[in-house]
């Protein structure tokens, strides 16, 4: 049965169908990442990828574009359905509702440390992934807008959130912590550092000028 033939379906076959289809993406994934990591992006074809799991190069498309999403895992829809109505049902302050629809979009793709390593060894991913991110922020600008109350204070919540997540991205992934919580602390880290002092000499102008 293909996607385009489900009316009908009982609740448990399309609970089925789509259990199936997410092990066979996460399948997929692996496989790419791990032949990438292996051969390297050149040395890596979709071929390889459909005969470690088994399908063929059409099934592989009906999953992901390339090798490189696939091999990155960047999922089709940036924010999930669930996620966007939490956002829209939250109550507080904008910039901690933000931080938690960023973390539920990033928790679908390669885990932290191993997409820096990735990356770092893979740089033909950047481009791919630097456009996945422009994405992401087009996509949450519309939604944040929403309960931003103008176009230049979601601006300001999404800038502040992608520049905490980069941040994120470059120290080590030994936090356990949700990634929402860390980039909410990150963010205010950054803020705080408005009102550092100059330093000079090993004591701060302030200090020194005591």
Known sequence: MTDDQCAGETPEASGLRERKKTQRRAALHDAALRLVERHGFDGTTVEQICEEVGV????????????????????DQIISPSAAQRFRAAEGELVPAVC???????????????LKKLLAEQPQLIATFTQWM???????????EERAGSPDVADAAIVLALTSLR?????????????????????????AMRHAPLVRG???VAESSL
């Open 100 to 114: 938690a629809l960023l973390a539920d979009a990033m928790s679908s793709g390669v885990e932290r440390s191993r």
């Open 134 to 144: 422009g994405a992401l922020k087009a996509e949450f600008a519309l939604l944040v």
């Open 202 to 204: 090993g004591e701060s």
């Open 56 to 75: 063929s190069p059409r099934t592989f498309f009906n999953y992901f574009p390339s090798k490189t999403a696939a091999a990155l895992n960047l999922p």
């Open 167 to 191: 941040t994120l991205m470059h120290h080590p992934a030994d936090d356990t912590r949700p990634d929402a919580v860390r980039l909410l602390e990150t963010i205010d880290r950054l803020i």
